[in-house]
């Protein structure tokens, strides 16, 4: 890269950018189908989970950024469990504003309001993050778009139903340039 001039810069630079965009939707899509399978001893796979959040998100009138984000949030759970929410927010860091990108980052601390007294820990962990400004957007989307979504019988949205919006999303403007570009 040190061998490099402006011109090879950028033109490396459009190049990855193309390619980037003609397919960053269709990795999203495959990273929430990767989830298929195995129910992990829920009545769903997390895919479903997925599709059930964003679903009941889209339905609740929640801005498409919310949807996108929804349909998202657990992608991080197959490369990184113990810390798939800052996976997920540092995927869709880029495309969202902060408070999704925080909400998406928190999301599993929060979630644990609903279980980690069952497992010797602390229910209230979340309270160490209480002064953020958007806790309570947290709290909002673990109730009503995470602990939630795990019914065989809802009538969740197919996968490629959010395509649209996952396309209008990635495309729109981003929060910061090319430093991710290699």
Do not use: K
């Not at 630079?13 to 003609?22: F, I, K, L, R, V």
């Not at 002064?131 to 947290?138: A, Q, T």
């Amino acid at each position: 890269m040190e061998d490099g001039d402006a011109v090879d810069h950028q033109r490396l630079a459009a190049e990855y950018e193309t390619h980037a965009t003609e397919h960053l939707v269709d990795h999203l899509l495959d990273a929430v189908r990767r989830m298929e399978g195995p129910t992990l001893g829920y009545q769903v796979d997390r895919a479903r989970h997925s599709r059930q959040s964003a679903t009941r998100a889209l339905r609740n009138g929640e801005s498409t950024e919310l949807v996108v984000a929804a349909l998202l949030h657990d992608i991080g759970d197959d490369l990184a469990p113990h810390n798939h929410s800052a996976v997920a927010a540092a995927v869709l860091e880029p495309f969202v504003s902060e408070e999704t990108t925080w909400v998406i980052g928190h999301h599993g601390l929060f979630q644990g309001y609903y279980f980690f007294h069952h497992l010797g820990g602390d229910r209230d962990a979340r309270e160490r993050v209480a002064g953020s400004p958007h806790y309570e957007r947290c709290v909002d989307f673990c109730a009503n778009y995470d602990q939630n979504c795990f019914d065989p019988a809802h009538d969740d949205l197919t996968l490629e139903e959010f395509r649209p919006m996952i396309a209008e999303i990635v495309s729109g403007p981003r929060r910061f340039g090319t430093e991710g570009a290699s």
